[in-house]
């Protein structure tokens, strides 16, 4: 099995293995001479929230998976593999499964509406970065911010102890405690990435105080923004949301990555504030779909019509 995208990596599958609050399965798809064509990673996860029903399974799978050269209709082994997914997720009682950061909107469109998943119009917003410097491509506002906060002392740097990750970690859930949709893996699984090459935490102070941090996914070439808190509010001023996403924007630059995707952009809302920050940092929008399938027959066959296209 090769494993290039860190995403549906075996490296993934055993940090995840090892922490609470989630399950991680592997899909494999053989030939008929058992060599792996492709391989999917999927993660179970237990999620709570503040309504009912509080505490609930959702399974979660970033990207369509990972595929061999030799691999010659990917859209017909993606749409076996997503139906022993889902087989397996409704036998494990999980509520919902959620498909999002596929590489092309119409991918495995006949199998997710075959397997009764309905799509939701979800923008997804990245910046290239092999064409111009990442400050080309930013506003004087936001060039005039950044300017202002590192001369107030405001500074970014990559986490160098497990007391910083501490620090960041209990930033992050404090950040998050009232937001519904987002998950917060544990503490542990933080600590395990930290160890692992291919993710980097970034944490933002000003006088020896944390205001704002970030965590980056490196894979393939390219870095995708996993989370971001920020004291955005209390320290309003210094914009540490600005500074710590341009800082991480800068640290995929000078290593030589193609492109910065934002893996998460905000709900699919016609205004989003937080799209609309994101977008100040020159990056381009796309409109891609994320997949969803709700265990409760009624519940999906309602929300498939809510969300006809």
């Known amino acids: 099995m090769t494993c290039n995208n860190f995403f549906h990596s075996t490296e993934l599958f055993r940090i995840a293995e090892r922490t ?20 999917m990673l999927a993660l179970l996860r237990w999620h709570g929230t503040w309504i009912p029903p509080f ?8 990207g369509e998976g ?4 030799s691999c010659e209709n990917k859209e017909q082994v993606f749409g076996l593999m997503l139906y022993e997914i889902n087989r397996f997720f409704r036998r494990k009682l999980a509520l919902y499964t959620e498909f999002s950061a596929l590489s092309q909107k119409m991918f495995g469109y006949q199998h997710f509406r075959q397997n009764k998943y ?30 202002h906060a590192e001369s ?14 501490q620090l960041f970690y209990n930033h992050l859930k404090n ?3 009232s937001k519904i949709k987002r998950f917060i893996p544990s503490e542990e699984m933080f600590t395990k990435l930290y160890q692992n090459q291919h993710t980097k935490t970034f944490i933002t102070q000003y006088k020896n ?10 894979s393939q070439g390219n870095a995708y923004l996993w989370y971001l808190a920020s004291k955005r509010k209390t320290f309003y001023p210094l914009h540490p949301d ?25 709900l699919p809302f016609k205004k989003s504030q937080f799209r609309e920050f994101i977008l100040r940092f020159g990056g381009k929008p796309v409109t891609k779909y994320r997949w969803f399938r709700i265990y409760v027959p009624w519940v999906n066959r309602l929300f498939s019509w809510l969300y006809r296209q």
């Not at 505490?55 to 970033?62: A, D, P």
């Not at 105080?209 to 490196?218: A, E, M, R, V």
């Not at 800082?247 to 990555?257: E, L, P, Q, S």
Request: one cysteine or more; hydrophobic letters at 35%.
């Open 175 to 177: 950040h998050f405690r």
């Open 242 to 266: 600005t500074i710590t996403v341009w800082n991480a924007i800068k640290y995929a630059y000078d290593n030589h990555c193609e492109h910065f995707y934002f893996l998460y952009a905000g």
């Open 20 to 39: 609470s609050g989630q399950t991680p399965y592997m899909v494999v798809a053989q030939d008929q001479t058992g060599k792996c064509v492709a391989h």
């Open 152 to 165: 107030a002392g405001v500074t970014t740097s990559e986490v160098a102890t497990t007391e910083e990750l």
């Open 118 to 147: 309905f799509p939701m119009n979800w923008q997804e917003i990245h910046n290239s970065l092999h064409s111009m410097p990442p400050e080309n491509r930013l506003s004087k506002k936001t060039l005039k911010r950044i300017a």
């Open 209 to 218: 105080k944390l205001i704002g941090g970030c965590t980056i996914i490196l």
């Open 55 to 62: 505490i609930y399974k959702q399974g979660r799978v970033y």
């Open 66 to 69: 990972e595929y061999e050269d």
